[in-house]
C-alpha cells in the first residue's frame, strides 16, 4: 500500500548524518542548497556528498569534494519520477531532463517484446528507464488465428529493430482490437505476461479504453493473475460516456474484489467533468486498505492517434468534443469533418482540447494523485506535456497559484512514484529520496523561476529554471544546458530480474 503521510523522525536521523570525518572527500559536494526530501520531511539548507552513483551523506556540517557545485537560493530534490512516458528517443530525453525527469517509465501500455526493448536503450539512454508488459501485445499474441504473424514480427524486430515497419503496423491493426479473447486463449494470454514479467517488466500496461472489444471477463482474469503475481496494473479505463464512470467503476470493483494493485492512468482525461466523483472513490477504495492511486498531468488538453477505438462513431456524444477541439500535431491546424476522416484513415497524432483548468485543480490537489506526463513521442509540435509537465505544476501550480505546497508537490513527483514501484521493482526503494544511500538522481532548481515553456501553437521548447540534474550521480544537464554525451541511464526491472 502507498503510504501517504511521511515520517517525520526520519528528519533527525538525517542531519546526525551529518557527522563526518573531516578527511573524507566526495567525488561532488552540493553545497547551501535547500534540500527537500519529501518521505523525510526534511527541508533545511544543508550540504550533500556524492560518491560515484550514490548520495554518501546530507548534512549541516562543511563537507569537500573533487567537485563542488554552489546551489545557494536553489532547491535540491530528488529526481523526478515519470510514471507514464511515450518517447524514448534522445530527442525526447533531451526534453525530459530539461524537465528535472531522472527515470521515465512506459506503463499506460507497456512494451511488447520488453527484452529486445531494454536491450535497445542499455548504455544509450539519458534517464533511467523501465516499462509494464504489454497487454495488447499479450492478447494479440494470444489468439489462434495470430500466432503465426507474431512469429514473423518478432524475427522483423530482430532483423530490423523497433523500427521494423511491419512490427509498428501492429499496434493500430483495429481486427484485433475488435475480437473478443476466447477463455480458451487466456492460458495463452497469461504465458505472454509471464514471459513479459520474467523479463523485467514492472507491472501490467493495460490501456483497455482503446480495445473495445475486451469483455469483463477477461478484464477479470488479467486482474486476477496480476494479483496472482502481486503486480500492479496501469489501466487507461474506457472512455466514458457523458458524464459517466463506468470505466472508472470497473477497474475499481475488479483490482478491490481480486486484491490487485491499481494505477489509474491520466485521471484527467478519462474523468472530466466527473473528476470529484472519480477522486471519491479512489479515496474511498484507499481508506479501506485497497492499493488504488492515480496521475494526472497538468494540461487541458489530451493528446492520442486519430486510428484508435477513441474516436470510432459515436466519439462526439462520448467526449463532449467536436471536430474544432483536435488539433492536427504535424501542422497545429485545427481539423473539419472532411480532415478528420482523411487523417483517420492515415492515422497520426491529434490533440485533444477536452477539459476544464478546475477538473485538472482537483486532480492535483488529491493527496493520492501523483504527476505523470503522458509525455508523447518527439515531434516538433507534439503535446507540451512532452517538455514541461514538472515545471508547469511547480511554477503554476505551487508558486503563481499556491494550490499545494512545495513539498508535497515534489513528493508526487518523486517519493510517492518510488513507493509505487518498489514491491515490484526493489531499486525503486533507493529513488524518490534525497538520503544516505540513495540513488544519485538529483534534480537541482530554482523556485522562483521555474516554469515550462512549450506551447500548443509553438510546439515543443525547454522549461526554465532548472540549473542541473544528475542521473545515477552523472551530470546530464549542467548550468541549464544538456550534457550532450551523457548517458547514465539504467534499466529499472521488475522483481523477477531485480538489476540496476
Same mark, same amino acid.
Given at each position: 500500500?502507498?503510504? &501517504?503521510?511521511?515520517?517525520?523522525?526520519?528528519?533527525?536521523?538525517?542531519?546526525?548524518? #551529518?557527522?563526518?570525518?573531516?578527511?573524507?572527500i566526495?567525488? @561532488?559536494?552540493?553545497?547551501?542548497?535547500?534540500?527537500?526530501?519529501?518521505?523525510?520531511?526534511?527541508?533545511?539548507?544543508?550540504?550533500?556528498?556524492?560518491?560515484?552513483?550514490?548520495?554518501?551523506?546530507?548534512?549541516?556540517?562543511?563537507i569537500?569534494?573533487?567537485?563542488? @557545485?554552489?546551489? =545557494?537560493?536553489?532547491?535540491?530534490?530528488? %529526481?523526478?519520477?515519470?510514471?507514464?512516458?511515450?518517447?524514448?528517443?534522445?530527442?525526447?530525453?533531451?526534453?525530459?531532463?530539461?524537465?528535472?525527469i531522472?527515470?521515465? @517509465?512506459?506503463?499506460?501500455?507497456?512494451?511488447?517484446?520488453?527484452?529486445?526493448?531494454?536491450?535497445? !536503450?542499455? %548504455?544509450?539512454? $539519458? +534517464?533511467?528507464?523501465?516499462?509494464?508488459?504489454?497487454?495488447?501485445?499479450?492478447?494479440?499474441?494470444?489468439?489462434?488465428a495470430?500466432?503465426?504473424?507474431?512469429?514473423?514480427?518478432?524475427?522483423?524486430?530482430?532483423?530490423? %529493430?523497433?523500427?521494423?515497419?511491419q512490427?509498428?503496423?501492429?499496434?493500430?491493426?483495429?481486427?484485433?482490437?475488435?475480437?473478443?479473447?476466447?477463455?480458451?486463449?487466456?492460458?495463452?494470454?497469461?504465458?505472454?505476461?509471464?514471459?513479459?514479467?520474467?523479463?523485467?517488466?514492472?507491472?501490467?500496461?493495460?490501456?483497455?479504453g482503446?480495445?473495445?472489444?475486451?469483455?469483463?471477463?477477461?478484464?477479470?482474469?488479467?486482474?486476477?493473475?496480476?494479483?496472482?503475481?502481486?503486480?500492479?496494473?496501469?489501466?487507461?479505463?474506457?472512455?466514458?460516456?457523458?458524464?459517466?464512470?463506468l470505466g472508472?467503476?470497473?477497474?475499481?470493483?475488479?483490482?478491490?474484489?481480486?486484491?490487485?494493485?491499481?494505477?489509474?492512468?491520466?485521471?484527467?482525461?478519462?474523468?472530466?467533468?466527473?473528476?470529484?466523483?472519480?477522486?471519491?472513490?479512489?479515496? #474511498?477504495?484507499?481508506?479501506?486498505?485497497?492499493?488504488?492511486?492515480?496521475?494526472?498531468?497538468?494540461?487541458?488538453?489530451?493528446?492520442?492517434n $486519430?486510428?484508435?477505438?477513441?474516436?470510432d462513431?459515436?466519439?462526439?456524444?462520448?467526449t463532449?468534443?467536436?471536430?474544432?477541439?483536435?488539433?492536427?500535431?504535424?501542422?497545429?491546424?485545427?481539423?473539419?469533418?472532411?480532415?478528420?476522416?482523411?487523417? =483517420?484513415?492515415?492515422?497520426?497524432?491529434?490533440?485533444?482540447?477536452?477539459?476544464?483548468?478546475?477538473?485538472?485543480?482537483?486532480? $492535483?490537489?488529491?493527496?493520492?494523485?501523483?504527476?505523470?506526463?503522458?509525455?508523447?513521442?518527439?515531434?516538433? &509540435?507534439?503535446?507540451?506535456?512532452?517538455?514541461?509537465?514538472?515545471?508547469? +505544476?511547480?511554477? =503554476?501550480?505551487?508558486?503563481?497559484?499556491?494550490?499545494?505546497?512545495? =513539498?508535497?508537490?515534489?513528493?508526487?513527483?518523486?517519493?510517492?512514484?518510488?513507493?509505487?514501484?518498489?514491491?515490484?521493482?526493489?531499486?525503486?526503494?533507493?529513488?524518490?529520496? &534525497?538520503?544516505? #544511500?540513495?540513488?544519485?538522481?538529483?534534480?537541482?532548481?530554482?523556485?522562483?523561476?521555474?516554469?515550462?515553456?512549450?506551447?500548443?501553437?509553438?510546439? !515543443?521548447?525547454?522549461?526554465?529554471?532548472?540549473?542541473? +540534474?544528475?542521473?545515477?550521480?552523472?551530470?546530464?544537464?549542467?548550468?541549464?544546458?544538456?550534457?550532450?554525451?551523457?548517458?547514465?541511464?539504467?534499466?529499472? @526491472?521488475?522483481?523477477?530480474?531485480?538489476?540496476?
Open positions: 500500500m502507498i503510504r &501517504l503521510i511521511a515520517r517525520g523522525a526520519l528528519v533527525l536521523q538525517l542531519v546526525i548524518a #551529518g557527522t563526518v570525518s573531516g578527511a573524507e566526495f567525488d @561532488l559536494v552540493i553545497l547551501d542548497g535547500r534540500v527537500i526530501d519529501p518521505e523525510s520531511e526534511l527541508d533545511a539548507v544543508l550540504n550533500v556528498g556524492i560518491v560515484d552513483d550514490r548520495i554518501e551523506i546530507v548534512t549541516d556540517r562543511p569537500e569534494g573533487r567537485a563542488a @557545485l554552489d546551489a =545557494r537560493g536553489l532547491v535540491v530534490s530528488p %529526481g523526478f519520477i515519470d510514471l507514464h512516458v511515450h518517447g524514448f528517443s534522445t530527442e525526447a530525453q533531451r526534453y525530459q531532463v530539461r524537465d528535472g531522472t527515470t521515465a @517509465l512506459e506503463l499506460e501500455s507497456g512494451v511488447a517484446e520488453i527484452a529486445n526493448w531494454l536491450d535497445s !536503450l542499455t %548504455g544509450h539512454s $539519458i +534517464v533511467n528507464f523501465g516499462a509494464s508488459a504489454d497487454h495488447f501485445w499479450a492478447r494479440y499474441g494470444a489468439m489462434s495470430n500466432r503465426a504473424e507474431v512469429s514473423e514480427l518478432q524475427q522483423s524486430l530482430n532483423r530490423h %529493430g523497433r523500427q521494423s515497419p512490427f509498428r503496423r501492429w499496434r493500430f491493426d483495429r481486427a484485433s482490437r475488435r475480437k473478443t479473447l476466447e477463455p480458451t486463449e487466456y492460458a495463452a494470454m497469461r504465458k505472454q505476461h509471464v514471459r513479459a514479467l520474467d523479463a523485467g517488466a514492472v507491472g501490467i500496461g493495460f490501456p483497455v482503446y480495445h473495445p472489444a475486451v469483455d469483463s471477463r477477461e478484464v477479470s482474469e488479467l486482474f486476477r493473475f496480476a494479483a496472482d503475481r502481486e503486480v500492479p496494473v496501469f489501466v487507461h479505463v474506457r472512455m466514458p460516456d457523458g458524464a459517466d464512470l472508472v467503476q470497473e477497474v475499481l470493483a475488479t483490482a478491490m474484489a481480486h486484491g490487485t494493485p491499481l494505477q489509474l492512468v491520466h485521471i484527467n482525461s478519462v474523468s472530466r467533468g466527473s473528476i470529484d466523483v472519480a477522486l471519491a472513490l479512489i479515496a #474511498g477504495a484507499r481508506e479501506r486498505g485497497h492499493d488504488v492511486t492515480a496521475e494526472v498531468y497538468p494540461y487541458t488538453a489530451a493528446s492520442t $486519430i486510428a484508435t477505438a477513441i474516436f462513431t459515436g466519439w462526439q456524444d462520448r463532449g468534443m467536436g471536430y474544432g477541439d483536435l488539433q492536427w500535431q504535424a501542422t497545429g491546424e485545427r481539423l473539419t469533418e472532411e480532415t478528420f476522416n482523411r487523417f =483517420r484513415e492515415t492515422g497520426g497524432v491529434v490533440i485533444a482540447h477536452m477539459m476544464r483548468e478546475d477538473w485538472i485543480e482537483q486532480a $492535483i490537489s488529491a493527496p493520492e494523485v501523483m504527476i505523470a506526463s503522458d509525455g508523447m513521442r518527439y515531434a516538433p &509540435l507534439a503535446h507540451p506535456r512532452t517538455a514541461g509537465t514538472f515545471s508547469r +505544476v511547480l511554477g =503554476r501550480y505551487v508558486r503563481e497559484r499556491s494550490l499545494i505546497p512545495l =513539498r508535497q508537490a515534489l513528493a508526487k513527483m518523486t517519493w510517492l512514484p518510488a513507493q509505487r514501484l518498489e514491491t515490484v521493482a526493489p531499486a525503486a526503494a533507493r529513488k524518490g529520496r &534525497l538520503q544516505a #544511500g540513495m540513488d544519485a538522481d538529483i534534480v537541482i532548481f530554482d523556485p522562483d523561476t521555474i516554469i515550462d515553456t512549450a506551447t500548443y501553437t509553438d510546439g !515543443l521548447s525547454y522549461s526554465r529554471g532548472i540549473h542541473h +540534474v544528475l542521473v545515477n550521480g552523472e551530470f546530464v544537464v549542467r548550468n541549464g544546458e544538456n550534457v550532450p554525451d551523457a548517458r547514465p541511464g539504467r534499466p529499472l @526491472l521488475g522483481e523477477a530480474t531485480s538489476g540496476m
